[in-house]
Structure formats: structure tokens, C-alpha cells
């Protein structure tokens, strides 16, 4: 401890050079980090199974009696690295403790995105041996660097609010500080203790060297999507982004048509995109997505009498379908590590790999209860597992749709085949095709295993949805 602050939270992402940050701290006389000490999935370092006493189970059990303990451990000024997919449940205590070092490192998020893909596909994640460096390229994706974007930025922006209503000022240091010793000493001098660096720790090394075109295999498509976001200043000042409460460029419009879809995430997003296709005799290539708002209040301006509208789903259905396709399966849309995680660690009985030899109807009934018990508390905040946008309430992503626009229509999915040729013919169209209803979900149906316990759970995790919306007792479509 010092005078100044009894402990540090370094404030960061993957791919920041969080590590390198760390290994300068820890060669600071009287300072230690214990690393990614709330992380889901392990404590502090991968290969730890205990720290400061606290083994995983003990720290996911009582993560305010950890971050106590760790404020207090005796000799050193004590810390740790925080990033926006770790235990939110101690964010908040340590961003309101006034003697809490906050230390907000930052890197361009591109690069910071495609480092990570790299990592992924070569496995490593830190480099000590230059020898032992291991090259890759990586496709750009371009849906998923904006999903990473929209989570880092939402975490930014709720660290920057917070730390302004508290009156609080953070240290600022870029990727590129990393190896300036005197920025490093100013850091120190900052926390209030008196060791120096002579140099910066150089055991760690840059493991992608080159710019960030010659990383990927589509560079033309990476300069498309970036450029998108330019007006934001995202690389400039990506600490203090605009607010942005909804995500613009899922926002779908018809080719011709002066229709815009507003989608909330584990919809029947695909559906209506085919429906807007159909409506104007066009194939979904020449919808007009992946826009930015400067583009998208464009093309208000210049379709007038234009309707924006959004599909809700019923919250059990919705919760199925997400279930299905993100945990029971384990196609290229599964979440990989958060079905590892419901499985290990809140034992959430679904075999290791799905057949239909090994899982029946009865055990996906009971394995769906048991995530629905789950998100009731991932949606209170009480476990570390992040409350993603495909299981999220409705009315929250509606609340982010409207920080920039108002659809004039919320339907319920039950109505999309009378609502929306309805809206069609009121913008001229004599004979609008029907939408399509989403196919049933795999490996089975909600009808097959529907009862009233499965609504009663589904109304515990998502009664705000119920309340705002109305709904009542799921029915097939």
C-alpha cells in the first residue's frame, strides 16, 4: 500500500499488452499483479489452481472476499488485470473505491483483433524465444470484429461514466508506452511508490511485428470495414467514443422498398431478411446492411415515408433456439467455452458431444431447465459469465435501439405473416409475399418439450420481456 491508493485494477482487453504491462509492474520494488485474478475460466494465470488462498470455486463463490483479500495482502502494493469478459460482480466495488488505482491501457482495437485471431490459430499467446515465433495469416471477419467492438466500447464507456460521476482520474497508458521507461516511472510515481525501472522488461516480444494489411488474407475487406467506423474516432480516442446504445450496422434495408429491419439479436433475423429480399424480387446480397449511422440517417432522409420496424420472439423460444444453437450444438456458431464452462463448473448435463444416441428428448428438456436456471442469474449479475446479446432481454436491446432511432413497429413473431405484407401493401406493393417462419430447432423441437415448468422458468429469468411485452404462454407458430 501507499499513500496514495491501497491497490490497482488494470483496465484492459486481450490483446493489449496487458502482459507486457504486468511485467513491468511486478519488476517495480513493492508492487505485484496476479494477473487476470477474475477471470471465468481461471485464476490469475491458466496453470494456477490457487491464489492469495482462493482456488476458482472459492473465488466465483465470494468475489468481494478475493478482491478484499487481495487489497490487503500484506507487503506489496497489490493489483490485478480486468478485462470487460471478466466477473463483473467486483467492477463496480473497485471502480467506487476511491483508493483504487485505476489504470485504463488501451491499443488500436484492430490491431488488438487481429493479434487475437493469430493467436487463436497458432496457439500463441505469448512469445519469450523469437525462435520459437510462429507465423500466421488470418481472414478478417468482419461481423466479428464489430461484435469485439461493441463489447470493448460498451466497457470503456461504462469505466469512463463511472470513474466521471465518482470524480476520479485514471492513468492513461497505449500499447505503444509499453516500452518507454520514462512513461513506465511516471506510472510509478503515479501509484505512489518509490521504486524505478532502469528498462522497460524486454522478456516478452512483440509476436506480430508486421501492419496489421499484411496479417490478414482479405486486406481489401479489411479496409472496406474499417473504414466504416473512421467517423467514430475509434482509433484516435478510443477511450472516449461516442455513446452508442445500438448496433447500427445489423440494421437491414429492403433494395428498393423504404423498409428498415431493426433486429433484436436471436430473432427470426434470417426470415426477415429473406422477406425483405423477396419484397423487392432481389437476393439478400443487395440488402443494405453493415452500415454506419451516417449512412444509415442518409437513408432516412432520402426514403421519405420510410417504416422501421423490429420482431420480438417469446422469450422461451427465443432462450431455445439460442440454446440450441450456441450450446447443445457444436457447429462454427457454438460458444465453445461458455458450453465448457455450464458444463464444468454449473454442471449443466449435456454430454460432451451431442448424438442422438446419447441425449434424448428427456435429457434436452432437463438440460434446457437447468440453463434457463442459469441466465436467471447470469441476467441478476450473479455469475461471471457475460450476458451476451443473444440472451439478453428484448427490452434492453430495444432501450440501445432507441439511443439512435425509434422503430415505428414492434411485432411479435407470431404476427410477421399478417403484419408484414399489411406494412408492404401500405408502401405499395399489390401482392407482398408471406415471411417464412424459422424451421424448428435442433436436435429438437420446443413442442416436444414444452410444459408449464419450462414457462414458469423462462418468466423467472426474463419477467421484464413478460411484463413489457405482454407475453403470455408460448403456442407454436
Request: proline residues 6%; contains cysteine; glycine residues 6%.
Amino acid at each position: 500500500m501507499t499513500d496514495a491508493f491501497d491497490y490497482f485494477i488494470v483496465l484492459a482487453d486481450m490483446r493489449t499488452g496487458s502482459n507486457q504491462l504486468e511485467s513491468n509492474l511486478n519488476a517495480l520494488d513493492g508492487v505485484t499483479c496476479h494477473g487476470e485474478a477474475f477471470n471465468p475460466y481461471f485464476i490469475g494465470l491458466p496453470k494456477l489452481d490457487q491464489l492469495l488462498g482462493f482456488t476458482l470455486e472459492d473465488r466465483d463463490r465470494d468475489p468481494l472476499a478475493f478482491l478484499e483479500t487481495i487489497k490487503s495482502t500484506p507487503g506489496a502494493l497489490n493489483g490485478f488485470r480486468f478485462f470487460s469478459t471478466h466477473d463483473t460482480r467486483v467492477l463496480t466495488p473497485a471502480l467506487d473505491d476511491q483508493r483504487c488505482a485505476k489504470i485504463v491501457l488501451t491499443r488500436n482495437p484492430l490491431d488488438s483483433y487481429v493479434s487475437w485471431k493469430i493467436a487463436v490459430a497458432t496457439k500463441q499467446w505469448k512469445l519469450v524465444n523469437i525462435k520459437q515465433r510462429r507465423e500466421a495469416q488470418i481472414e478478417f471477419d468482419a461481423d466479428e470484429f464489430f461484435e469485439e467492438m461493441e463489447q470493448r466500447q460498451s466497457f470503456q464507456l461504462t469505466v469512463l461514466n463511472h470513474l466521471q460521476r465518482t470524480g476520479q482520474t485514471p492513468f492513461y497508458i497505449g500499447y505503444d508506452d509499453l516500452n518507454d521507461v520514462e512513461v513506465l516511472n511516471g506510472l510509478a510515481k503515479w501509484l505512489g511508490v518509490s521504486a524505478r525501472l532502469d528498462a522497460s522488461q524486454q522478456h516478452l516480444k512483440r509476436q506480430n511485428p508486421t501492419s496489421a494489411l499484411d496479417k490478414v488474407t482479405n486486406p481489401d475487406a479489411m479496409e472496406q470495414a474499417v473504414a466504416k467506423l473512421d467517423r467514430f474516432n475509434l482509433y484516435q480516442v478510443p477511450n472516449f467514443e461516442p455513446r452508442r446504445g445500438p448496433s447500427v450496422p445489423r440494421y437491414v434495408a429492403a433494395p428498393k422498398s423504404a423498409l428498415m429491419y431493426l433486429p433484436v439479436r436471436g430473432g427470426p433475423e434470417a426470415e426477415v431478411a429473406n422477406w425483405l429480399a423477396n419484397l423487392d424480387g432481389a437476393e439478400t446480397g443487395a440488402l443494405l446492411t453493415d452500415r454506419g449511422q451516417k449512412q444509415v440517417r442518409t437513408w432516412m432522409k432520402t426514403h421519405p415515408g420510410h417504416r422501421k420496424f423490429t420482431v420480438l420472439r417469446h422469450p422461451l423460444a427465443r432462450a431455445h433456439a439460442v440454446f440450441c444453437t450456441r450450446i447443445v450444438n457444436t457447429g462454427p456458431d457454438a460458444y465453445v467455452a461458455i458450453r465448457n464452462m455450464l458444463r464444468n463448473r454449473y454442471k449443466l448435463p449435456l454430454p460432451g458431444t451431442v448424438t442422438p444416441e446419447n441425449y434424448s428428448v428427456e435429457q434436452h428438456r432437463e438440460a434446457f431447465s437447468a440453463f434457463l436456471r442459469i441466465m436467471r442469474n447470469v441476467l441478476a449479475g450473479q455469475t461471471p459469465i457475460r450476458v451476451d446479446g443473444l440472451w439478453c432481454s428484448q427490452a434492453q436491446t430495444l432501450q440501445g435501439i432507441a439511443a439512435f432511432t425509434l422503430p415505428d413497429m414492434i411485432l411479435r413473431e407470431d404476427e410477421m405473416k399478417t403484419v408484414l405484407p399489411d406494412l408492404a401493401r401500405q408502401l405499395g406493393h399489390a401482392t407482398p409475399p408471406e415471411p417464412e417462419h424459422a424451421p424448428a430447432d435442433s436436435p429438437f423441437a420446443l413442442s416436444q418439450i414444452y410444459n408449464a415448468q419450462l414457462e414458469t422458468l423462462a418468466v423467472e429469468a426474463y419477467q421484464r420481456d413478460y411484463q413489457m411485452f405482454g407475453f403470455s404462454d408460448w403456442k407454436p407458430l
